[in-house]
T-cell receptor
Framework: GENVEQHPSTLSVQEGDSAVIKCTYSDSASNYFPWYKQELGKRPQLIID?????GEKKDQRIAVTLNKTAKHFSLHITETQPEDSAVYFCAASTGFKTIFGAGTRLFVKA | DGGITQSPKYLFRKEGQNVTLSCEQNLNHDAMYWYRQDPGQGLRLIYY???????QKGDIAEGYSVSREKKESFPLTVTSAQKNPTAFYLCASRHISGAGDTQYFGPGTRLTVL
């Protein structure tokens, strides 16, 4: 079936460094790619998204890039802060169904 | 996402019991979803509904049932047929037309089988 692979599963960075999380999707019909941040015991919260007709999108310290040909998309967080520590999920959507990656646990060390 | 509520926050079930998890939204969203999240894992789709009185099975529907009698409500029943129901359950909703495909999540229900 369709799937989304997400790497790495765990990422530890020093405060102020950058963090990059990468995802690969299999369904070429996917046209919407959201990223969610989930803190322990809480609901996933949308932090940024990108559509298939756009190659890059930026929102302050967060950016997402999409390579449709390679079916890759990535999340970039610059100037990381301790409050960025959480689990991040990528997802690929064809409309009604959204497939989520397994998540990346990000630790930002002060 | 503050317009989606789930109850209860914590639920304990004895083996052999059916339990129902509530999900309500006041966002006027058309589509609603149920996901299961196990520790250290991603979200797996249980059921989804695009309109009232209609719903489809997701990837792990066995042992679960749903209903969609009202647009704002999408309760999930975990039946005794679900062999390993201990998990964190998340409900989500989405507006089908207009703004886009973003799903907004409720706060979740943590179900534990005793």
């Amino acid at each position: 079936g369709e799937n989304v692979e997400q790497h790495p599963s765990t990422l530890s960075v020093q405060e102020g460094d950058s963090a990059v999380i990468k995802c690969t999707y299999s369904d070429s019909a996917s046209n919407y790619f959201p990223w969610y941040k989930q803190e322990l015991g809480k609901r996933p919260q949308l932090i940024i998204d990108i559509r298939s007709n756009v190659g890059e999108k930026k929102d302050q310290r967060i950016a997402v890039t999409l390579n449709k040909t390679a079916k890759h998309f990535s999340l970039h967080i610059t100037e990381t802060q301790p409050e960025d520590s959480a689990v991040y999920f990528c997802a690929a959507s064809t409309g009604f169904k959204t497939i989520f990656g397994a998540g990346t646990r990000l630790f930002v060390k002060a | 996402d503050g317009g989606i509520t789930q109850s209860p926050k914590y639920l304990f079930r004895k083996e052999g019991q059916n339990v129902t998890l509530s999900c309500e939204q006041n966002l006027n969203h058309d589509a609603m979803y149920w996901y299961r999240q196990d520790p250290g894992q991603g979200l797996r789709l249980i059921y989804y509904s695009q309109i009232v009185n209609d719903f489809q099975k997701g990837d792990i529907a066995e042992g679960y049932s749903v209903s969609r009698e009202k647009k704002e409500s999408f309760p999930l029943t975990v039946t005794s047929a679900q062999k390993n129901p201990t998990a964190f359950y998340l409900c989500a909703s989405r507006h089908i037309s207009g703004a886009g495909d973003t799903q907004y999540f409720g706060p979740g229900t943590r179900l534990t089988v005793l």
